[in-house]
């Protein structure tokens, strides 16, 4: 039997425009209706450099892929999928915590859209009333002796009544129609998060993580809280202390202070 694919409305490129004003033209946006994935196909094709960020948005994407190699599913309309191109100046350090930033700006301009309880969970979901409303992966490349990083978020804006999320069954998903009363157009989205990110990655190209760390732990889901970190080759638990100047997971159990550099954080229930 044929499968019912949903449509979305064509993007209103015009409205995004004008939603981000001066910024506009800091960006090259192309919106596709599909690719496989954005994230790819940056890594797989990156364009010139002229000097703006380079902006790949898909309406659908048949391949997305999330953190540790997961698949990340969304559905036309229902979600916000896009991928931003960074480029580091040659003498760049080998950026440390970028995730943790683009997370801080993702906060920000959902704050900004009026959306309640934000939070960000170590290294880079971001939360809402605890629960995942977006999802970044960061993949870094060499390109022509300097690097460029691979931004790629994840929104979930209205998810379908019967949406399955590997992973994340249950309560741990939220979208933005049910956090806000009227959710912003994908357009409108697009724009609060590009508007947060520039000036953020900015900071963070000239400093590092260091000055964002402050705004990243006010937002620590877990500050202080009881939490096991597993996977990528740690299985630790303790307190959440939250992170340092590189963006490094800090936990405190009986053994010390545990610097994690990789892993999934869930909260440990109370003994
Ligand atoms: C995660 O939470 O595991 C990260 C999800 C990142 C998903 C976004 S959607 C746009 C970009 N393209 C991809 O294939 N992945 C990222």
């Given at each position: 039997?044929?499968?019912?694919?949903?449509?979305?409305?064509?993007?209103?490129?015009?409205?995004?425009?004008?939603?981000?004003?001066?910024?506009?033209?800091?960006?090259?946006?192309?919106?596709?209706?599909?690719?496989?994935?954005?994230?790819?196909?940056?890594?797989?094709?990156?364009?010139?450099?002229?000097?703006?960020?380079?902006?790949?948005?898909?309406?659908?994407?048949?391949?997305?892929?999330?953190?540790?190699?997961?698949?990340?599913?969304a559905w036309p309309g229902a979600s916000l999928t896009f991928s931003a191109l960074w480029r580091f100046a040659p003498d760049a350090l080998a950026p440390a915590g970028l995730s943790l930033?683009?997370?801080?700006?993702?906060?920000?301009?959902?704050?900004?859209?009026?959306?309640?309880?934000?939070?960000?969970?170590?290294?880079?979901?971001?939360?809402?009333?605890?629960?995942?409303?977006?999802?970044?992966?960061?993949?870094?490349?060499?390109?022509?002796?300097?690097?460029?990083?691979?931004?790629?978020?994840?929104?979930?804006?209205?998810?379908?009544?019967?949406?399955?999320?590997?992973?994340?069954?249950?309560?741990?998903?939220?979208?933005?129609?049910?956090?806000?009363?009227?959710?912003?157009?994908?357009?409108?989205?697009?724009?609060?998060?590009?508007?947060?990110?520039?000036?953020?990655?900015?900071?963070?190209?000239?400093?590092?993580?260091?000055?964002?760390?402050?705004?990243?732990?006010?937002?620590?889901?877990?500050?202080?809280?009881?939490?096991?970190?597993?996977?990528?080759?740690?299985?630790?638990?303790?307190?959440?202390?939250?992170?340092?100047?590189?963006?490094?997971?800090?936990?405190?159990?009986?053994?010390?202070?545990?610097?994690?550099?990789?892993?999934?954080v869930s909260l440990r229930p109370a003994p």
């Open positions: 039997m044929p499968m019912t694919v949903p449509s979305a409305p064509a993007p209103d490129l015009a409205a995004l425009a004008a939603a981000l004003g001066s910024f506009a033209m800091a960006f090259d946006i192309r919106w596709v209706e599909e690719c496989a994935s954005t994230n790819s196909a940056l890594l797989e094709a990156p364009p010139e450099n002229d000097g703006r960020v380079y902006v790949l948005v898909a309406t659908r994407q048949s391949a997305g892929r999330g953190r540790r190699g997961r698949q990340w599913l930033a683009v997370g801080l700006a993702v906060a920000r301009a959902l704050e900004k859209l009026g959306t309640p309880a934000v939070t960000l969970k170590w290294p880079n979901d971001v939360l809402v009333h605890g629960r995942k409303v977006a999802g970044i992966l960061v993949e870094v490349s060499p390109e022509r002796g300097a690097l460029m990083a691979v931004i790629g978020i994840g929104l979930n804006l209205r998810l379908p009544a019967d949406a399955v999320i590997p992973g994340q069954e249950g309560d741990g998903v939220t979208d933005l129609a049910r956090e806000l009363a009227e959710p912003p157009s994908r357009e409108a989205l697009l724009a609060a998060i590009l508007s947060e990110l520039h000036p953020i990655l900015t900071i963070y190209a000239s400093t590092g993580f260091a000055l964002l760390r402050k705004a990243w732990q006010q937002r620590n889901a877990f500050a202080d809280l009881p939490v096991r970190v597993s996977g990528g080759g740690v299985d630790v638990t303790g307190l959440c202390l939250g992170v340092d100047e590189e963006g490094v997971l800090l936990v405190h159990s009986s053994e010390g202070t545990h610097r994690v550099y990789a892993g999934d």
